[in-house]
Structure formats: C-alpha cells, structure tokens
C-alpha cells in the first residue's frame, strides 16, 4: 500500500531591520521601504529601553568611526565601524566621506549634504540596523560581541496581515493594538517617549516542504506541484506564537490549538512547526522564545528554539534544553524581562 508523509518547517525572517514607532512615521513616506515591507504578513509589536550611540569618534587615519552601543543603564558594548571593510563604501572609488553622527544615527555620505545637495548616502545605521546588520554577519562591524544580549525584546503584539501585507495592516491604516500599546506602555528608561521604545518587526513565512514516499508510490506531474496555501500558513504561525507566548496586547490566545478554521490542523501535513531565524529573543510574562541565524548560512542554527504540531499535540522545544545549543555549549540566559529592558538624527 503507498503511502505518504508530508512534514512542513516555517522560518521567520525579517524583511526590513526592526523600526521604532517614530521612525515608522518617517519612513511611511519612503516608497522604497514601503515596497519591502510589502513582502511581509506577518508582524510583531515589541519593546525594549531605547538605544543610544555614545562616546562617537572618528579615526581619520585608520577610516573607523567607533562608539558604545548603550541600552538603558544595563547594556554597553564598543563597536567599530570600518570604512575599509562595508562593502557600500569599499564599493565606491573615493577614500574620504562625510560622516554625519548622533545618539540614533550614522549616516555616511560622498560629501557634506549641507553643502553638496546632490551628495549621495552612502550607508547609514540606526540602533537596530546596526542590530540587525550584525547578526546578519555583515563585514566591516567590529566587536559588538554581545549583540543578543542588546536584541532582546518585551513581545506585546503578534498579527498577520490576513488579506494584503504588513505595511497596510501594521503602518498604513490606524492599527488598534499599536496605538493601544503607545498610550498604555509604560516608560522604560528616563529620558526616552514610548514611541521610541517600541518597535515593529515584519516578518516572511518561508515555509519548506519535506514528503516521504513509499516504495511502490506512483508518481506522477501532480507529485510535483506546490500544494500549500499561504495565507493559511501565516494565519497558524500566528496561532503557534500567540498561544505559545500569551503576549499582553492580543485579545484572543488561541486557547485550543492546534485547533481551527483557518490554520493547518486538518490539512494533509502530518507535522508542521516554525522557528524564528534572526538573533534575537522575545519575553512575555508567560514564556521566552529564542530565534536563531548562523552567520554563515543565513539559515536556522542550534540556537533557536522551535514549535511543532503533530496531531493534537504542541510541542516548544528549547535551545540548549531539549536540544544542544551551539554543539552542546548551553544558550546563554538573555536578561530576565523584569530587569530594566530596553529622536531625529544629530550631526556632530
């Protein structure tokens, strides 16, 4: 008798570096951005003290620009930037460039835009691109070795853009839990405005698809031919994460999955699971979920934790728990969501 087996693993990755709720204002204009945050439909609302660039200086001689990446009073850690080694600026034939930089903002131009209105961007890094750059493995950032530690975030919010994408769902139209979380969340550093402490993530479902056969199987085109729904994919990773998590702001949790209507149980896959491939860590009061990226790859590594269904049954298996993080080295604890979590550009 033939049979067949067909299993399903989705991974999250972020189209676009995490953006702050006042940077998303900005760039809601930007139709370069709108247009990758489009490839997305499924988000994430998430907090963390604000991040700040200090202690900026500029080596001429050696083309470094270093500085401390401080989260709050708990986080600090010295990066370098090397001019010689980022690819946008080794791709271009000068040797100098005009560096524009503040406690949110390296910007890195072919000449001074204040003189030259044509000058062109070069580069440019906010706290959570240069997050994002550096656990992509991006050449030219130096030391910032504890980067995870930094991308850990308070998760509030998870949604899915159930007809058309993020950018309409989350930026676009008014988003009821985002403005919720901007009047409701409570300060987390002095100084800092909520709409800086809170961050949006869009993310793409990137499901892969793995079916056994048995020997006497009979194949034919339709063996073949992509048979998966999208949409329904997206709408049970949102389900696994909410019901998994709990986080503050979603109404409904999703009580009885992997039951429902809309997602996979049901479906002709035998299991299904998902995992988050960035580096970084997401707490509730109800749980933690680690992602996971090899530097190398770009794919999912040891370090990440994992959801998965088979039948009836939900299973989140943890790093360094269930099963060896990093060829049996033990994930490191990121900070514990009690501890103290986590404007405009200036020039200097």
């Not at 963390?48 to 500085?67: L, M």
């Not at 406690?103 to 062109?120: G, H, S």
């Not at 896959?269 to 680690?290: P, Q």
Request: some cysteine; aromatic content about 12%; overall charge negative.
């Amino acid at each position: 008798m033939s049979t067949t087996t067909k299993s399903k693993v989705s991974s999250l990755h972020l189209v676009y570096p995490p953006i702050s709720n006042q940077e998303a204002v900005w760039m809601q204009q930007d139709a370069d951005v709108e247009a990758i945050i489009r490839r997305s439909d499924f988000y994430m609302i998430a907090s963390r003290a604000e991040a700040t660039y200090q202690d900026i200086t500029c080596d001429h001689a050696a083309q470094t620009i270093s500085f401390r990446f401080v989260v709050g009073d708990h986080f600090s850690d010295d990066v370098v930037l090397a001019l010689n080694d980022l690819p946008t600026t080794v791709a271009k034939p000068q040797t100098a460039f005009f560096i524009e930089a503040g406690p949110k903002m390296i910007r890195i131009w072919t000449d001074d835009p204040q003189e030259i209105p044509d000058a062109e961007l070069v580069d440019w890094f906010t706290t959570e691109k240069l997050l994002f750059d550096r656990s992509h493995g991006r050449q030219g950032i130096g030391g910032f070795a504890n980067y995870r530690q930094a991308a850990t975030y308070d998760l509030l919010y998870v949604g899915i853009a159930k007809v058309g994408d993020t950018f309409d769902r989350l930026i676009d139209n008014g988003h009821k839990a985002r403005q919720t979380i901007l009047s409701n969340e409570p300060q987390r550093y002095p100084g800092a405005r909520v709409s800086d402490e809170t961050y949006l993530f869009a993310f793409e479902v990137e499901p892969v698809m793995m079916t056994s056969y048995s020997l006497d199987h009979v194949f034919d085109e339709s063996t073949f031919e992509p048979n998966y729904e999208h949409k329904r994919i997206v709408a049970d990773a949102e389900k696994a994460f909410v019901s998994l998590l709990k986080p503050q702001y979603n109404r409904q949790l999703f009580k009885n999955y992997p039951k429902g209507v809309d997602g996979l149980y049901g479906s002709d896959f035998d299991r299904y699971g998902y995992n988050l491939c960035e580096n970084l860590t997401l707490n509730t009061a109800n749980g933690r979920f680690r992602g996971g990226r090899d530097l190398e790859t770009g794919f999912i590594s040891n370090e990440g934790d994992a959801i998965f269904v088979e039948g009836d049954t939900v299973q989140h298996f943890v790093s360094g728990v269930d099963f060896p993080a990093d060829y049996g080295a033990p994930a490191p604890a990121p900070p514990s969501i009690d501890e103290p979590p986590s404007d405009p550009p200036t020039a200097s």
